[in-house]
Structures are given as structure tokens and as C-alpha cells.
């Protein structure tokens, strides 16, 4: 029997729940408002977790940004310097109670740049020594990976006893070697102790630290399980001399396990003891886990701009095809190699097939004097390293276009891209490599090649104008690309005072002229003459000073109305990319005179205007030269004494927005190079660029005469007034500064007229000098208002010991730095 139940009917839904979702969001929106007269609820970033917090500081890299952060709050404060692992200090260790003691997480500390730069860090104060080691040891108690000057074998001493758990160690010093002491007696003395303290060492790095070869395998043997258990060792720059093979069969037998050796060999067969392929071989054989290996011959360890027509020899090395190819079979896991010799490797193609198909991680290739690389224009010989990021190519003398088109083709990933002394390829050929890995070539080095100059270069890498960031070039210019320019010049002067028809029939005249000459010049080339000339003709003003009067006409239209490039093939808008490689220079020079002379049958005064630029150079033309370098953030620059920089725009850099670090070394004998008829050499010009932060001005390698010098030449310190004229325009913050140098002296010191043009830099935050100076000039510094950090390193070799004058007295820096606190800083 069935029992009627009630029914339960179910509850009506909520109003709210009727409501579309959208307007259901802005419903609630609304009713979360806060009435009036209630406190209104605010979630700022102090509210975030302070695990997330600390993770969000860890990612800041840059010193400002961070001590900016820790300027917040006191929260902030304590995090910040919680969270900071790098730190590179600075000041004098006389004053205990200026060092910091709230950077207790610190595992890299850089202590190289304590001033007086040069002096012990611990005999500073002879009679606190062991004082401030135990200051610095509490108040970086967490250290790993530290860089640090020292003078002797106590330094080292002092730092094995202070922080025993180092994983990785770089030790500098640019003075000689001491003998005098009793630790230093004997070969490798100075680093007994701490191989026997520093147990957890994993990373040696000797690249600035002065001393003996004889001295580093002693010292790997004192404790074999630490050798053995050493990863890492840079010897680059320990010895003028480089490590013979026995010496290197000595390394190689103690530090089975590197993974990363960096060294100076002597390869050169003259020498006892040289490094051949056994020696080779057995560096393979017995270090079988090497990832990294840079094996630089000991005369093409200075990398100086050599002679471009001295700079093949015809001497080979003892470094056979078979003897390489057993290095790179015993050595699969290579990731990193460079060879840099200074003898001849011909032949290579085999060898380098070889590299590429047992080193399947190869990343980065550098090599020095090896010759018959590939054979292009299909990938081989060292086009299949086809996972290849980096690759460096010095000295080869058989690199021809068709190689490169060959790298091109096989290394589609290249990243970077540096040719030095190499002097068969020309502007076509690199254009082409360049349009082909246009998608991954952000990096490109090109110097001392004998066809490219740096207009040439420039317009080679037009294809990734937007997307390279990083370029090193020769600023050195073809004469006659000079000779065009003044000509352009004059002739803009002059069409302000014809009638247009006058100008049509002049531009007829001329341009016949212009391609009759050009047909008939041969390849140029640079000499004495011709160098001279390239001087004066610099002192140019490129936009020339009827612009404002010529309307309708514009300055890059005015200056290219020629019919021919300089070395006799013409260019034109559609087939430029693809000439010069397969076809003669003949073809292209009566190919280009049949242009001129179509060209020239039309009479109209425009289309000669518009289109006689594309039959001259076009590195001149105006696509070029108004193209914007967007991502470039880095530009190195080789200067020959003597040159201008007024002429850097109009090469094609005047857009680079994102410019911030130029690095301009200057190279050759002032003796030698007669006075300049201009005042300055143009360093104004870099006001252009209006994000340049950094400048590294290298004159280390410039000499001349230090005192007085004849009549019609200037002494080192009118040259260091004539490359610094025009610095204050540019908005710097931080100026590296090598001086010249008189080598017969050993000194390298800034100059009164130096030391006066730097100190009218206003926005200069960092200054590092590479030299010596007088107290009474470094006070000079003290006006500028910007200025927080000044340091003077002596590091050349041999650094000067203590002198009786002011110029490296600890006193002097130790008082101009109070002088420079005393002062002030406004921010």
C-alpha cells in the first residue's frame, strides 16, 4: 500500500544567480566598493611574502638597481642584502670600521680593486695584518669564488687560512715575481699552503697573476688529490715565455679531470722542448673530460695589429693533420676549442671534417694560421660543425668568398662572427654570409682585412642593420672613398650658384668623367701616401653648408652621383647582394660602363640626380646611410694613429639608439706620424649617441716621444689633448682610459692636459685609469660633481714598484680619497 508523501519543492534559486555573468561581476565590483566615510582597503607590494620578495630581488643583476631597492625601507634593506651574492669591494682596508658586515650571503667576492690598487690587502697595515683577514673572514663568512691581488707568497697564505672552502680562486698580480722571501724559493712554493688548505678548490685562475713556468707544475704536485680534483685552470697569461712540453705533459698527468684548460704553449720548433703531436696526444689521452681548450702559441698570445702585408709567414708548424685529428677523437665532449699559432697549418680541411664529427657539442671554434679550411661553395671541411654559435678565423690567407657562402650554408646557427687578417675576402662575399644567417648573427668582428674597410664592412652587414648588437671594426677608410666625398662636397657648392639647366649638363660632363676614371682605376691599397692623404682628406664636414640653400635636393643625393665603386665593379639596387662572387672584375667593369652609358642617354636632370647613386659606391647610398642600427649596443673601433673619428656618421652609424659602450683602441708610433692640421680628432662625435653610457679609450699601444719631441711632431702628451678634445660633450658615466706610454721609461701616466679635459666631464660617475699620476693633477677630479669612484691600476707588466714621487704613493690615493668623500655625492 502506498502512502501519499509530500512533495518537496525545491527552493527557488537566488536572485543573484538569474543575473548574466558579466553583469553579475559588475554587480559584485560595486557592492565591494567601500561606502562613504568607511577606510578604503590597499594592496601595495609590501604585502607580497617575503620568500617571493627575496626571489624577485635575486634576479636583479645591477648594482645601482639593487642599492637603490634596499633604500625602500628597512624590510627591504635587510632583504636585499640577504639576497645579494656578488659583490666586488672597493676603498681602503685601513679603515676596519668601513667594511660591511650586513652581506653575509656573499659566495662571489672580488677583492683586486681595494685601494691603493697594487699594494698586499693584508701588509697594508703590517701589524694588523691578521686583524683585517679575521674582519674580512666574519664579514664574508659564506665565500666561494674570490679574485684578489697579492704581491707574494704570505698573501696567499693569508687567504687559504681565512676561507679554506673555496671552490674557485683567481689570484692577480702584475708585479714581478718575488725572490727574496723564503717561501719563494723554490718552484711553486708560493701555492704549497694553500693547495694543502683549500681542499674544496675547484677553479685556479692564474690569466693575471705573474710568475714562473717553471712554478705551476711543483705546485699541482704538492697535493695530488686537489689536482685531481681541479676542474678548472687558466694559465693564459702566467709567462712571456709559455709552458713547454714537458711542462704541459706535467698538467696534463696531475689534472686528469679539467674540464676547462686555458694555456700558453711555445709551438714555434726553434725553441727546446716545443710542443708537437706527441705532446698533443698526450694531453688528449690523458685528459679525456676537457670541454673547454684554448691552446694559444706564445707569439700570437699579443694580439696586435700586425703589418697587413707582412702578416703570413712561410714557416709551418709541427702540428700535423694526423697529430690533430687524434687530439679531437680522444676528446669528444669539446664544447669550446681554440688554436691559435704562430706557424702555418695548411691543409686543414680533413682535420677540421674530422673535429665535426666526433665533437658533436662543439659551440665555439677559434683558429689561428690554419689554412685550406673548406672549399666552397658546398659545406665541407670546417662548414660542417654545423651546431657551431661562435666562430673565429685569424690569419688564413686562403679564405675566399666561396668559403665563406660555404659557412655560411653548413654553421646556419652562427651567433658570432670575428675574421682578422684575412685578405682575400671582400664585401660581396661577406654580404652574402651575412644575408644568409641574418636570423641568428647578432656578433661580427671584422679587422686587418685587406679589401674590407669600414664602409665596405658596414655595408656588407646591411642585412641585420636591426638586429646585430655587437660589432668590432677597423676604422680605417679607402682614400678614394675619401677623395669622392670632398668632391661631393664641391660640387653641392657649386649647384647652389647654377641654373638647373647648367647643373643637368655639368652632372653629364662630370659623370662621363667619373665613370671613364673609375673603369680605369686599379685596386687600391693603403701606404704611406696614401694614409697621409686619408688624414687630411677626414677633416671633412660631411653635410656639406649649402643644404639649407639647395631645395628640393637632398645632401645624400648630392653626394652620390658617381658611376663606379672604388674597386672597379659596379652595384646596382637589384644585384648587388649576389655580384663579385662567381664574375670577374672585368665582366662587372663592362657591365657597369653599359649602364653608365644607358644611364647616360637620358638627359633628364632628375633621374640623373636619383639614379646616378646606384651605380657608385653603395655604402654612399641613401637607404644605407639613413639605415637605423637599433640593437647595436656595443661598438669597438681600431684607430691608426693619426685618423679622425669626425668621419663616423656618415660611414653609415649616425642612428644607433641603443648605443651604450664604445670601445676605441688606438694603435701605432707617434714618432713616426707627423702633427695633425686639425685641433682634435673628433671624440664630440660620439654626443651622437645619446645612450652611450660607457667609453674605453685604449691608447696602451701608442708610443711616442715622452718629453720633446722634434719640430713638425707632438709629444705623447699633446697627442693624449688631441684624442680627448671634445670628451665633455658626450654624456658618460663610467671612462676606461689607457694612457700612452714612453716604454723606455716603464711609465704609463696620465698628462696635465689630460687629466684637465677628463675633469670637465660632469656626468662621469667612474673613472679607471691605467697608469700612474701626481697627486696635484688627481685633485683636478675632486671638482667634478658626479664622481663616486676612481681607480688607478698599474696593470701592465712590470707593474712600477713603490716610488719616491707622488704617483704611486699609498698616501696620495689614500688622501685624495677622503678628499672625494669629504666632498660629497648628490645622490
Known amino acids: 500500500m502506498m502512502t501519499n508523501l509530500p512533495l518537496e519543492v525545491p527552493p527557488s534559486p537566488p536572485r543573484w544567480s538569474r543575473i548574466p555573468f558579466d553583469i553579475f561581476e559588475d554587480v559584485q565590483g560595486r557592492e565591494k566598493r567601500p561606502r562613504f566615510g568607511e577606510p578604503k582597503s590597499m594592496t601595495c607590494i609590501s604585502d607580497i611574502p617575503e620568500t617571493i620578495l627575496a626571489l624577485i630581488f635575486s634576479c636583479i643583476s645591477d648594482t645601482r638597481s639593487r642599492n637603490a631597492v634596499s633604500l625602500v625601507c628597512i624590510e627591504w634593506y635587510s632583504l636585499e642584502r640577504a639576497t645579494r651574492t656578488s659583490l666586488c669591494l672597493r676603498g681602503s682596508v685601513s679603515d676596519l670600521y668601513l667594511i660591511p658586515r650586513s652581506f653575509q650571503a656573499v659566495e662571489s667576492l672580488d677583492l683586486s680593486h681595494c685601494s691603493p690598487w697594487g699594494y698586499s690587502l693584508f701588509q697594508s697595515i703590517p701589524e694588523r695584518a691578521v686583524l683585517v683577514g679575521q674582519v674580512l673572514s666574519q664579514a664574508f663568512p659564506k665565500v666561494k669564488y674570490m679574485t684578489i691581488y697579492v704581491r707574494d707568497g704570505r698573501d696567499i697564505d693569508m687567504v687559504a687560512c681565512f676561507w679554506s672552502n673555496l671552490q674557485s680562486l683567481k689570484l692577480v698580480r702584475w708585479h714581478q715575481r718575488p725572490t727574496h722571501f723564503e717561501e719563494a724559493s723554490g718552484y711553486g712554493m708560493e701555492f704549497r699552503f694553500l693547495m694543502q688548505s683549500c681542499k674544496s678548490l675547484r677553479s685556479l685562475d ?147 671534417e674530422v673535429l665535426a664529427s666526433k665533437c658533436k657539442k662543439l659551440k665555439s671554434l677559434c683558429l689561428g694560421r690554419f689554412h685550406g679550411l673548406c672549399n666552397g661553395p658546398q659545406p665541407n671541411g670546417i662548414a660542417m660543425c654545423k651546431g657551431l654559435k661562435s666562430l673565429t678565423i685569424k690569419f688564413c690567407q686562403d679564405l675566399t668568398n666561396l668559403d665563406l657562402i660555404a659557412i655560411s650554408l653548413g654553421c646556419t646557427g652562427l651567433q658570432k662572427l670575428a675574421l682578422h687578417s684575412c685578405k682575400e675576402i671582400t664585401r660581396s662575399g661577406l654580404r652574402s654570409l651575412v644575408r644568409q644567417l641574418r636570423n641568428s648573427l647578432v656578433d661580427v668582428q671584422v679587422t686587418c682585412c685587406l679589401q674590407l674597410d669600414a664602409v665596405d664592412t658596414l655595408w656588407a652587414l646591411q642585412p641585420i642593420q636591426n638586429t646585430i648588437s655587437k660589432l668590432l671594426l677597423d676604422y680605417q677608410l679607402n ?229 720633446s719631441a722634434p719640430q713638425g711632431h707632438m709629444e705623447l702628451s699633446l697627442w693624449e689633448r688631441w684624442y680627448l678634445q671634445g670628451i665633455e660633450s658626450v654624456k658618460l658615466q663610467e671612462l676606461d682610459y689607457w694612457p700612452p706610454q714612453d716604454r723606455d721609461a716603464n711609465r704609463r701616466g696620465l698628462s696635465l692636459p689630460s687629466s684637465g679635459l677628463i675633469s670637465q ?62 666632498r660629497g655625492f648628490p645622490d
Open 479 to 707: 682614400p678614394d672613398h675619401l677623395a669622392r666625398e670632398q668632391e661631393d662636397a664641391h660640387r653641392c657648392q657649386s649647384f647652389c650658384n647654377l641654373s638647373t639647366c647648367e647643373n643637368a649638363q655639368r652632372v653629364h660632363n662630370e659623370s662621363v668623367q667619373s665613370f671613364s676614371s673609375s673603369i680605369n682605376s686599379q685596386k687600391y691599397s693603403i701606404n704611406g701616401s696614401n694614409r697621409e692623404s686619408s688624414r687630411n682628406l677626414l677633416d671633412l664636414n660631411f653635410a656639406p653648408p649649402c643644404t639649407e640653400q639647395c631645395e628640393g635636393f637632398k645632401n645624400s643625393d648630392i653626394m652620390n652621383m658617381h658611376g663606379c665603386s672604388t674597386d672597379g665593379i659596379a652595384f646596382s639596387s637589384v644585384g648587388a647582394e649576389s655580384d663579385g662572387i662567381h664574375g670577374s672584375r672585368d665582366h662587372a667593369s663592362s657591365s657597369a660602363c653599359r649602364d653608365a652609358s644607358d644611364r647616360l642617354s637620358n638627359h633628364d636632370f632628375n633621374s640623373e640626380m636619383h639614379g646616378l647613386s646606384e651605380f657608385g659606391n653603395p655604402a654612399f647610398s641613401l637607404a644605407f646611410r639613413e639605415g637605423e642600427w637599433s640593437m647595436l649596443k656595443s661598438l669597438a673601433l681600431w684607430i691608426p694613429i693619426g685618423e679622425l673619428l669626425s668621419s663616423l656618421p656618415v660611414m653609415g652609424l649616425q642612428f644607433c639608439p641603443s648605443l651604450r659602450e664604445v670601445q676605441i683602441k688606438v694603435e701605432g708610433d707617434c714618432r713616426a706620424c707627423p702633427k695633425p692640421k686639425v685641433r682634435k680628432a673628433g671624440l664630440s662625435t660620439l654626443a651622437l649617441y645619446k645612450a652611450i653610457s660607457k667609453l674605453t679609450l685604449d691608447c696602451s699601444e701608442t708610443v711616442g716621444y715622452a718629453l
Open 761 to 822: 666631464c660632469a656626468t662621469l660617475r667612474k673613472l679607471i685609469i691605467h697608469g700612474t699620476i701626481n697627486e696635484h693633477l688627481l685633485r683636478m677630479f675632486t671638482k667634478m660633481p658626479n664622481l663616486r669612484d676612481v681607480q688607478l691600476r698599474l696593470d701592465y707588466y712590470p707593474a712600477p714598484e713603490v716610488e719616491l714621487n707622488t704617483e704611486t704613493r699609498a698616501d696620495a690615493c689614500r688622501r685624495f680619497e677622503a678628499a672625494l668623500a669629504e
Open 206 to 352: 692564474l690569466s693575471e697573476f705573474y710568475c714562473w713556468t717553471e712554478d705551476i707544475p711543483p705546485a699541482l704536485m704538492v697535493e695530488p688529490f686537489v689536482s685531481r680534483s681541479l676542474h678548472s685552470l687558466n694559465l693564459l697569461n702566467v709567462s712571456l715565455e709559455g709552458f713547454k712540453a714537458v711542462e704541459l705533459g706535467a698538467i696534463a698527468s696531475a689534472c686528469p679531470n679539467l674540464e676547462d684548460l686555458r694555456i700558453v704553449l711555445v709551438f714555434d720548433s726553434r725553441f727546446v722542448d716545443f710542443v708537437d703531436d706527441e705532446a698533443l696526444l698526450h694531453l688528449g689521452v690523458s685528459c679525456k673530460k676537457l670541454k673547454v681548450l684554448h691552446l694559444i702559441d706564445t707569439a700570437a698570445f699579443v694580439d696586435a695589429q700586425t703589418d697587413r702585408e707582412d702578416a703570413f709567414g712561410n714557416e709551418d708548424a709541427q702540428i700535423s693533420r694526423a697529430g690533430l685529428e687524434g687530439v679531437f677523437e680522444a676528446l669528444p665532449l669539446l664544447e669550446d676549442l681554440a688554436i691559435v699559432l704562430s706557424q702555418n697549418v695548411r691543409d686543414a680541411k680533413s682535420a677540421l
